[in-house]
């Protein structure tokens, strides 16, 4: 679904409308499970990430009733994690075999072998849980959200990924990084809600954050990889490449990290800009008068 706030509609409306449309969406990716069960378990949890960015608002603007509704967004999220993980490692895996011999290379294909789709029936059941939960949203109570609160929204969720960025400087550990990374999600998808209302500042800040959150998903994507291969059982001949190969990814997974870290100095002054109280709603800078 179209995920901009419609202009013919209140702020408060269009989101609880987008949180119960794209919550109605990830179910209805998981009928079709059977036919492509990564790609539809993929656009199910995007599609509950943009469900929950939306409750998150209506919570900030004063919708108390949107916190359960997104906790249990995220507890079926949840239960499509490892699935998800495993083809993304696998996926991963396959890019790096591409760069590797030997038993460097026998030992990533490994992880390709099993991607590990989500089981039908969990997937069933997770469907008919994120259709209910649609339907409760659907007749959900529409806060009031006036332009300037909607732009204060999303400043006080720019506050908020930058001081995860700060936790993840001071403490640069996959976790932190993630954590980092949820909130720049949380923070792209926000904007996107809003872009139609403020195309200047919110849509432009969203097409920036689009770029950056694949730069800084792949510091996640590798951190799995990693986690994957250590874990993994490999015959004792094949034991000194896995070594080899952990220490290859991880190296990559910190140079990607602080190529990340240091770009979103300079994308966060120019978000703040973007997202600055003197910029209108429609993108017009204000008169001050």
Same mark, same amino acid.
């Given at each position: 679904?179209?995920?901009?706030?419609?202009?013919?509609?209140?702020?408060?409306?269009?989101?609880?409308?987008?949180?119960?449309?794209?919550?109605?969406?990830?179910?209805?990716?998981?009928?079709?499970?059977?036919?492509?069960?990564?790609?539809?378990?993929?656009?199910?949890?995007?599609?509950?990430?943009?469900?929950?960015?939306?409750?998150?608002?209506?919570?900030?603007?004063?919708?108390?009733?949107?916190?359960?509704?997104?906790?249990?967004?995220?507890?079926?999220?949840?239960?499509?994690?490892?699935?998800?993980?495993?083809?993304?490692?696998?996926?991963?895996?396959?890019?790096?075999?591409?760069?590797?011999?030997?038993?460097?290379?026998?030992?990533?294909?490994?992880? @390709? =072998? $099993?991607?590990?789709?989500? /089981?039908?029936?969990?997937?069933?059941?997770?469907?008919? *849980? %994120?259709? !209910?939960?649609? +339907?409760?949203?659907?007749?959900?109570?529409?806060?009031?959200?006036?332009?300037?609160?909607?732009?204060?929204?999303?400043?006080?969720?720019?506050?908020?990924?930058?001081?995860?960025?700060?936790?993840?400087?001071?403490?640069?550990?996959?976790?932190?990084?993630?954590?980092?990374?949820?909130?720049?999600?949380?923070?792209?998808?926000?904007?996107?809600?809003?872009?139609?209302?403020?195309?200047?500042?919110?849509?432009?800040?969203?097409?920036?954050?689009?770029?950056?959150?694949?730069?800084?998903?792949?510091?996640?994507?590798?951190?799995?990889?990693?986690?994957?291969?250590?874990?993994?059982?490999?015959?004792?001949?094949?034991? @000194? =490449? $896995?070594?080899?190969?952990? /220490?290859?990814?991880?190296?990559?997974?910190?140079?990607? *990290? %602080?190529? !990340?870290?240091? +770009?979103?100095?300079?994308?966060?002054?120019?978000?703040?800009?973007?997202?600055?109280?003197?910029?209108?709603?429609?993108?017009?800078?204000?008169?001050?008068?």
């Amino acid at each position: 679904m179209k995920l901009h706030l419609p202009r013919n509609d209140s702020i408060g409306h269009g989101l609880v409308v987008l949180a119960a449309g794209l919550t109605r969406d990830a179910g209805r990716q998981l009928d079709g499970l059977a036919a492509a069960p990564v790609e539809t378990v993929h656009r199910a949890r995007v599609a509950l990430k943009r469900a929950r960015s939306a409750l998150r608002l209506l919570e900030k603007a004063g919708a108390p009733w949107a916190i359960m509704p997104r906790y249990r967004l995220t507890q079926a999220g949840g239960l499509m994690s490892a699935a998800r993980e495993n083809a993304a490692a696998a996926g991963l895996a396959r890019k790096f075999s591409r760069r590797l011999r030997g038993r460097e290379r026998e030992v990533v294909l490994r992880l @390709t =072998a $099993r991607p590990g789709p989500l /089981a039908p029936s969990a997937a069933e059941q997770i469907r008919q *849980a %994120l259709l !209910a939960e649609a +339907r409760g949203l659907a007749t959900a109570p529409a806060p009031v959200i006036t332009p300037a609160q909607l732009r204060h929204l999303l400043r006080r969720s720019l506050d908020r990924a930058a001081r995860r960025y700060g936790t993840a400087v001071e403490a640069p550990a996959p976790e932190s990084v993630h954590e980092w990374r949820k909130a720049v999600i949380i923070l792209r998808d926000q904007c996107a809600f809003a872009a139609a209302r403020w195309p200047v500042g919110a849509g432009t800040a969203h097409l920036l954050l689009v770029r950056f959150a694949r730069q800084v998903g792949r510091c996640g994507d590798l951190w799995l990889l990693g986690r994957r291969l250590r874990r993994q059982r490999v015959p004792a001949a094949q034991r @000194t =490449a $896995r070594r080899r190969l952990v /220490a290859r990814v991880e190296l990559q997974r910190r140079l990607d *990290a %602080l190529a !990340a870290l240091v +770009r979103w100095l300079r994308l966060e002054k120019h978000l703040t800009r973007l997202l600055a109280e003197k910029t209108g709603p429609r993108g017009k800078a204000r008169s001050g008068r």
